[in-house]
């Protein structure tokens, strides 16, 4: 009873894994963010990896080499996204390393299957049809070493749809391929474009504030890009006169460029008008990814023009500063 538990709750992961993996990857395709499928994603399939170790295996065998090589993978795919924040180069590689590890889980799964199903129809077992060739169950056989255990055959007596889903992954694998595909080939082309400062000042803004201090008053107009999505985006900040934007902070690294206007602009966690600097228009400025930073407008509107890589957000050091949405 206690293998069969621990097996059915082996596969579950499996499953869950897989599942959340296709989502994930639906949502990198379509360049959304999807932080709490990511991490039910890495966290069942590093499970799944771990829990793999548990089963017997007649010394070191090429599927423990493939789980061990797909925690490498889960490893490199969690330090782009969570301490690297998907910067530069590190997007492309949360997107390739995520591939990668669904594509081993499926790989995994689908081997692991084979013999299974083959073995449980043996005498005394109940009877499951593996729709695969007799060759192709002794050609993956070696993959997995010694699985003749009772273990083994419980899995296949509680899930015998889990073995016989060909027809499942074959279509995972499709579209695991077609996602990398886009990944790699997909990307935006920077339009021509030549604005003078009155040309900015009489551009229509856009609804969207992502990027934003989010006061009422500040707008945004995106000039490339989606600043909520991942991939590279730029945006003018419109920000009218007497205004004060409170300390906060943004996700990612951002390079700004004052185009009208005298902006105040200072680092701290609060707002302190003795670390404000006056930039006039032509002046450039960083925002820090995680560096609170704070500004002020004085007597005219300022018009800044800022870049970074998405996605990005804005966090108040003070939750009480965050501006009330309109009610």
């Known amino acids: 009873m206690l293998l069969n538990a621990f097996t059915v709750f082996h596969v579950v992961l499996s499953l869950i894994g897989i599942g959340a993996g296709v989502v994930v990857i639906y949502g990198l395709v379509k360049t959304r963010t999807l932080p709490g499928w990511t991490k039910l994603f890495l966290a069942t399939t ?17 599927a423990l080499a493939l789980g061990v090589l797909s925690l490498v993978v889960l490893l490199l795919a ?7 924040r998907l910067h530069g180069g590190w997007s492309r590689t949360y997107a390739i390393t995520a591939v990668i590890a669904l594509y081993f ?33 002794r050609d993956l056989v070696d993959l997995r070493g010694d699985w003749g255990s009772r273990r083994d ?19 995972i694998r499709v579209l695991v391929g077609l996602s990398l595909a886009s990944l790699v080939l997909s990307g935006q082309s920077l339009p021509e ?14 609804g969207n504030k992502v990027g934003s201090s989010g006061l009422a008053g500040v707008h945004t107009k995106v000039l490339f890009g989606d600043p909520s999505k991942p991939g590279f985006y730029s945006i003018l900040l419109f920000v009218p006169v007497h205004t004060t934007i409170q300390a906060h902070s943004h996700r990612d690294d951002r390079m700004a460029t004052v185009v009208t206007g005298a902006w105040y602009f200072g680092y701290g966690d609060h707002f302190d008008p003795r670390s404000l600097k006056k930039l006039p228009p032509g002046s450039v400025y960083s925002e820090p990814g995680g560096r609170n930073h704070f500004a002020r407008t004085d007597k005219d509107e300022v018009v ?11 966090r108040y050091f003070n939750p009480a500063d965050e501006p009330k949405p309109a009610q």
């Open 46 to 62: 590093a499970a799944t990896s771990v829990t793999g170790f548990f089963f017997l295996f007649n010394g070191f065998t090429p």
């Open 304 to 314: 800044v023009q800022i870049s970074g890589y998405g996605p990005t957000d804005t």
């Open 78 to 84: 969690s330090l782009a996204l969570y301490r690297h």
């Open 193 to 206: 474009m030549r604005m003078l400062p009155a040309e900015m000042r009489g551009s229509a803004v856009d």
């Open 105 to 137: 889980k499926v790989f995994v799964s689908r081997r692991a299957a084979l013999p299974l199903g083959t073995r449980a129809n043996g005498p005394g077992a109940n009877p499951v049809r593996a729709p695969f060739s007799d060759r192709a169950a």
């Open 153 to 171: 055959e419980e899995a296949v007596r509680v899930f015998p749809w889990f073995v016989a889903s060909k027809e499942l992954f074959m279509q």
